[in-house]
């Protein structure tokens, strides 16, 4: 247990928060300390992973490399020997429907392979897709991760009733828990603890190709049933939904247990790190603030810090950043395993085409990209880019094509944001330009 932990209080893709608590309020282990701004769907709340006593609401720099308040709390030894807030236990499989999605939001449950798009909204298409398969996706195919593995062998029968959770709200028969066949170990203990819920529906583990980057929703899908998400569409759209191992675990937790998610599992790994191992530590910590003993970090040969992994994962300033809900892993990198090269002149080679995993002509977006034509890079196929990183890796002029494509989907949603605030501006306008004239009353 860390002596404090920096909680950003928006870890979420949707509509921003805004803190519950105040300077020197008193807080314990699972109590809501921020939560949505406005009612909406696409918000989940936020909850102390320590007990302790807000000591800061201040912005912080944060592992996406920009700055939002979060909650600083410092530990209580006093405190910690109270009762954790959790909620109470629920029977997923007996209560209501709404009460099901009511307890994965109040959980605070993101997808924690690292998009954070709240639980709640995902396992809740519109009526018209049909969703028959549910993944649960356990393929991290990124080098240095292994955390999904280590929660699988420490927490079968979790993953498990996590997957048999999702298939009862969304009326599904038929799961797959999808690996890389280098991870078939596994089967025998995951097949053993199917056996032994005895739940209805149909379970199975499915193994695809350990190949980069197989452990993409799109690429997933592909692999374990043959079907294909369309252009633009979403896993919904091929009838599928798919979870990532450790959501699937935190969803079964808030059920069984209560439990909020205000834990994180992630691999701290790298040349730098001289104690390469799995943690599972209080969202919110700094890992600079763990004992040495526990993670040790050789400074003289550290140059690169990637939260995440390091084909999608985000470089980071330093260390120093907190460990978010998303946060699969931290690779401390030394000058033997980064290659930094100077961008030259596209030579039209064709490598980034022939390495996208989405059939997608990188070069033709990024001409696009440059010329600032948003439009044409979105018919090129700027949204359907999964951002996984190989045509960077590959291009021979070292231009950080992942980069400016994550830019351009910033400038576009900025773009609709302006577009939005304009149509309510406009309509704020018209609306008191038909509204009857008032005279003013006569003053006294």
């Known amino acids: 247990m860390p002596k404090q932990v920096v909680i950003p209080i928006n870890q979420h893709f949707g509509a921003p928060n805004k803190a519950l608590v105040s300077v020197g309020d008193r807080v314990r282990r699972g109590q809501v300390i921020a939560d ?48 954790d807030l959790f909620m109470p236990p629920l029977d997923p499989f007996t209560c209501a429907k709404e009460e099901a999605f009511r307890r994965i939001r109040e959980a605070g449950i993101v997808g924690m392979g690292g998009a954070g798009f709240p639980a709640h909204v995902k396992l809740s298409p519109p009526p018209n897709k049909k969703i028959d398969i549910v993944i649960a996706n356990a393929a991290e195919c990124e080098p240095y991760l292994t955390t999904d593995e280590a929660v699988i062998s420490e927490k079968p029968g979790v993953l498990v009733k996590g997957v048999a959770i999702v298939m009862k709200v969304l009326g599904v028969n038929r799961a797959i828990i999808g690996m890389e066949d280098n991870r078939a170990s596994l089967i025998p203990i995951i097949e053993k603890e199917v056996s032994q819920l005895n739940y209805p529906g149909d379970i199975k583990v499915g193994l695809c190709r350990t190949l980069y980057p197989q452990g993409g929703e799109k690429m997933l899908i592909t692999a374990l049933t043959g ?16 979870s990532n191992a450790g959501t699937l675990v935190a969803i079964a937790e808030a059920f069984t247990l209560g439990k909020p998610l205000i834990d994180r599992e992630l691999t701290v790994s790298g040349g730098a790190c001289k104690t390469p191992k799995n943690i599972r530590v209080p969202v919110g910590t700094i890992l600079t603030d763990l004992p040495k003993e526990f993670i040790d970090i050789d400074y003289e040969r550290l140059k690169k810090v990637i939260f995440g992994g390091p084909m999608m994962g985000t470089a980071v300033p330093a260390p120093d950043a907190p460990i978010q809900k998303n946060t699969s892993g931290i690779i401390l990198m030394t000058q033997e395993e980064i290659s930094v090269h100077e961008e030259r002149v596209c030579i039209r080679c064709g490598r980034c085409i022939r390495n996208c995993a989405m059939r997608l002509s990188p070069v033709v977006v990024n001409i696009a990209l440059n010329a600032g034509d948003l439009d044409e890079a979105v018919n090129t196929g700027l949204l359907d880019c999964i951002e996984c990183g190989s045509c960077s890796y590959v291009c021979p002029a070292s231009i950080k094509l992942t980069q400016r494509f994550r830019a351009g989907k910033q400038a576009l949603r900025n773009l609709q944001q302006l577009t939005k605030e304009a149509q309510e501006t406009a309509r704020k306008a018209a609306e008191a330009k038909a509204a009857p004239f008032q005279p003013a009353p006569p003053s006294s």
């Open 36 to 83: 949505g701004m406005a009612p909406g769907p696409m918000t989940v709340p936020v909850h102390a992973s320590i007990s302790g006593v807000v000591k800061k609401i201040e912005p912080r720099p944060q592992s996406n490399n920009s700055e939002g308040f979060c909650v600083v709390i410092e530990a209580d030894l006093s405190a910690a020997q109270e009762e």
């Open 227 to 242: 079907r294909e998400v369309p252009s633009g569409g979403l896993p919904m759209d091929a009838g599928c939904v798919v």
